[in-house]
């Protein structure tokens, strides 16, 4: 198949652009000005763990580094933070085991090559840590990024409908590829997804509270996780009704069998915590609800800020950015989360903020990235390289993907060069934040 005219070369993908006189630092320090300051030094503490944690953290570091170089216009939705962490494990409203992507805070349209980019490399940077040799880590790429070439080509061939309804389903307790891999391998796989299966909201609510005048409430580890109470002990009452609007809003963007449900509950407390790596500074708040008989439901309200990649890839997206995130997610997963939803309202500060609203634990699960072996780590990233491109052909034209893509190794070649690359450049931008930290640039924990 020839590559359609116009479109950059298959090899082009190889090179990394990245924009002249960029501080890293400085990008990361712009995120944070509309954060919470207290917790900026938990951010950065967070990334200086290692070159992995550190990309973790650097979307929008990375999102100008792709936006600077070639593109094809081929675009879908893209996930936009499409790193090999961000595929795990989750249950689908029918409650079946799936796997597939899990953060969609960066989502938006955009040319495929990038979502592959930062998968990419993402698995350069991981299997580098985990100190796998150098030819092992490029086969490793390039098999993952062939193994998303020949599912588009699958993918091409296949129905609309076939399309929407592919997903990966977890049966007896492990992924399909399972008889692929050594004993060891399919043993790590089999302990992740039993683990899974505990994470729900009655674990959270035993792990996370205490019971005070025989209820319970979230208990106090600050900064990570601080009751409503403690955050403003004189506002308790202007915080819970900001809440109640907050949960009102969110109520109206689900469909109606499942605000059904949710009048099944009542708001006895609130938290703020902080979650993630890149995320850590936004705004959370982790929402315990009891049912008439006390059983809970604990619900995440995230807050949703523009995405990284709005400014490299123009395209028009809905008003609200909670909105965007969950349309986002919506599209490219095979099956999301039974009370997933958004709101926009204003904070008692008197700023106008956008959340989405998901249940905290639902069967999620993942690998720890940064302790896996070459084995389980190819086989994570050729599952994560199907699921990718499945979520990639649902919105975007999967054939005209496919035809670019082409029938040989050209393109796995290339982005193997530029994740090494990357994974080179993600190296030095970790030693700049090292140093800024060590110079009192930025604070950390």
């Known amino acids: 198949m020839g590559v359609p005219p116009g479109l950059p070369g298959l090899g082009e993908h190889a090179r990394l652009v990245v924009p002249p006189g960029q501080d890293p630092v400085a990008i990361l320090q712009e995120q944070g000005s509309s954060r919470i300051e207290e917790l900026l030094p938990v ?32 675009d879908v939705q893209l996930c936009g933070d499409a790193h090999i962490s961000n595929f795990g494990l989750f249950a689908s409203a029918e409650r079946r085991h799936l796997f597939d992507l899990n953060d969609f805070d960066e989502t938006w349209p955009g040319p495929f090559e990038w979502d592959v980019k930062r998968f990419a490399a993402s698995l350069h940077v991981a299997a580098r840590g985990n100190d796998v040799g150098r030819r092992r880590r490029r086969a490793i790429v390039v098999q993952a990024v062939d193994a998303y070439r020949r599912s588009m080509a699958d993918f091409a061939g296949r129905s609309t409908l076939e399309v929407w309804y592919a997903h990966v389903e977890l049966q007896p307790g492990l992924p399909q590829l399972k008889k692929a891999l050594p004993k060891p391998a399919r043993s790590s796989a089999r302990k992740v997804v039993t683990a899974s299966r505990g994470r729900d909201s009655t674990r959270a609510a035993r792990k996370l509270t205490v019971t005070v005048d025989g209820q319970p409430r979230f208990r106090s580890d600050p900064p990570l996780l601080v009751p409503i109470r403690e955050l403003a002990p004189d506002r308790v009452a202007a915080l819970g009704e900001w809440l109640d609007r907050l949960l009102d809003q969110y109520r109206e963007s689900l469909q109606s069998d499942r605000r059904v449900l949710l009048d099944r509950f009542r708001l006895v407390d609130v938290a703020r915590k902080a979650v993630g790596v890149g995320s850590v500074g936004t705004r959370a708040w982790l929402l315990l609800l009891l049912d008439e008989g006390g059983e809970p439901l604990v619900l995440q309200a995230k807050e949703a800020v523009r995405s990284v990649l709005a400014d490299h890839a123009p395209a028009v997206g809905p008003g609200n950015e ?124």
């Open 43 to 74: 951010r950065y503490g967070r990334m200086l763990a290692s070159p992995f944690a550190f990309y973790r953290g650097a979307a929008a570091i990375m999102a100008a580094d792709l936006g600077a170089g070639p593109r094809t216009g081929l």
């Open 322 to 445: 909670g909105q965007r995130v969950v349309e986002g997610q919506r599209l490219m997963q095979a099956s999301s989360d039974l009370l997933l939803g958004w709101q926009r309202t204003a904070g008692d500060d008197g700023v106008t903020r956008d959340y989405y609203v998901r249940q905290f634990h639902d069967w999620k699960g993942g690998y720890d990235v940064e302790s896996l072996d070459a084995d389980n780590l190819e086989l994570l990233a050729r599952i994560a390289a199907w699921t990718l491109a499945r979520a990639h052909a649902r919105s975007g034209d999967r054939r005209a993907l496919a035809a670019y893509l082409g029938d040989t190794l050209e393109f796995a070649e290339a982005v193997a060069d530029f994740a090494e690359a990357y994974a080179d450049k993600n190296e030095r931008d970790h030693a700049a934040l090292a140093a800024a930290a060590a110079e009192g640039r930025v604070p950390v924990a």
